[in-house]
């Protein structure tokens, strides 16, 4: 009955508050994806800076350069002075000296997902930094957007309402009944070098729709798939990560299948706690079920990555302690602080890594940078130690 105090919401209602949102965003990405404009990497390092990452002397790269074995530097008109290196730039250098990070052939690409079926918890936050910092180092890196959501498609530069096509460049052609052998076909190149994407949109989210209908007379098929297809480009990547969906469903089981390392995001808060300890839980019990029809699957390494973390919340300490009380050889050391910073990159959809000018020399954002590069850093090795060939290198650097 109705209330004329209180009037009832209906459909209509419903509907022209998402329409009002729709405009709100459209805005907003009509500033982001305006257009004739392409989202680029600004990032610039000095000849100090470039050798650091390098591994060489800066005289060993200026002597490179004298001798035509690197192109000369861009240089300003004015000053004569070198304008600095490109990623792409500090790679070239790194091919002709050997010092690329990458895998030998021997090895595998490791694919890692970072996974929990909580929304809010920094999945999208960690992909991306993850991978853009992999690329600092130089490996070749493939990020595979599993959420419709698509928040990493969007910081990778492409607007998923115009710029992708759920039909030809997101995962689910794959998961269709008929549907392309191979994921070359989503494999889109990005601003950043070293770091390919296959994108996602909303339509995304048909797949689990598409999932349910084969499930019913293909299971084994279903199940693996997405892993079947990750073998068909594993070859061209040192590392796949994966972001999928905060949510249990076919996609995000496809994505435990496939996955060769986990990576658990949670803020040490009780609600975001006790849901990854749920998380947990649920993850044994279905990939026991999930076992018993397509075979077994383990990992190379699981770890939990306290994120979202707030020194000053007395809470937040109590339950980091509790944590690491709780999964003493499964948590991370490395912790990803609450920073500012994160805001303030997401308000322009980039990274802590993309921030540059003056804004890089404030103390917030050396803080933020530090957090992060700690947690890379210790992701990195785990990574490197799936490796056979990285051993021996290990070993001098005292890391194995």
């Known amino acids: 009955m109705d209330n004329p105090a209180l009037p009832r919401v209906r459909l209509d209602d419903l509907e022209n508050l998402a329409r009002r949102a729709d405009t709100v965003i459209g805005r907003l990405r009509d500033r982001i994806y305006a257009p004739g404009t392409e989202k680029q990497l600004d990032l610039r390092f000095p000849v100090r800076r470039a050798a650091e990452m390098v591994g060489r002397s800066e005289k060993a790269i200026r002597d490179a350069e004298d001798d035509g074995r690197l192109p000369m530097p861009d240089k300003d008109p004015e000053t004569g002075r070198r304008t600095g290196y490109e990623l ?13 990070p990458h895998r030998a052939d021997s090895d595998e690409a490791l694919v890692l997902a970072v996974q929990n079926f909580k929304g809010g918890v920094g999945k999208s936050t960690v992909v991306c930094h993850l991978a853009q910092y992999l690329a600092l180092k130089g490996y070749r890196v493939c990020v595979i957007d599993c959420d419709s959501q698509a928040s990493t498609t969007s910081v990778f530069g492409l607007n998923p309402d115009v710029d992708v096509d759920e039909d030809e460049d997101t995962l689910y052609p794959f998961f269709r ?17 070293g770091i390919a994407l296959i994108p996602a949109n909303l339509g995304l989210y048909d797949a689990e729709y598409e999932f349910a209908a084969r499930m019913v007379r293909e299971q084994s098929f279903v199940l693996d798939r997405l892993r079947d297809g990750i073998a068909t480009i594993r070859d061209q990547f040192d590392v796949i990560l994966m972001d999928p969906p905060p949510a249990l469903g076919m996609l995000s089981l496809s994505v435990l299948r496939a996955a060769d390392a986990l990576v658990i995001p949670a803020p040490p808060n009780n609600i975001d706690f006790g849901s990854t300890a749920h998380f947990l839980k649920m993850m044994g019990a279905t990939l026991k079920e999930l076992a018993a029809a397509g075979g077994p699957r383990d990992y ?17 300490t109590a339950i980091k302690r509790m944590m690491d009380a709780v999964f003493p050889m499964d948590m991370m050391s490395a912790v990803l602080k609450d920073s500012a910073e994160f805001d303030n990159a997401a308000a322009d959809l980039g990274t802590v890594y993309e921030i540059t000018g003056p804004a890089t020399r404030t103390e917030t954002h050396k803080r933020c940078r530090a957090y992060l590069d700690s947690v890379n850093r210790e992701i990195e090795l785990l990574i490197r130690k799936t490796w056979p060939s990285h051993h021996a290198d290990l070993r001098k650097e005292g890391l194995l």
């Open 300 to 316: 190379a390494f699981l770890r939990i990555l306290a994120t979202k973390m707030n020194d000053n919340k007395s809470a937040h």
């Open 177 to 193: 009944h008929g549907g392309p052998t191979s994921l070359h076909y989503a494999l889109r190149a990005t601003y950043w070098p």
């Open 88 to 100: 792409a730039d500090i790679n070239r250098m790194r091919a002709l000296f050997g010092t690329l």
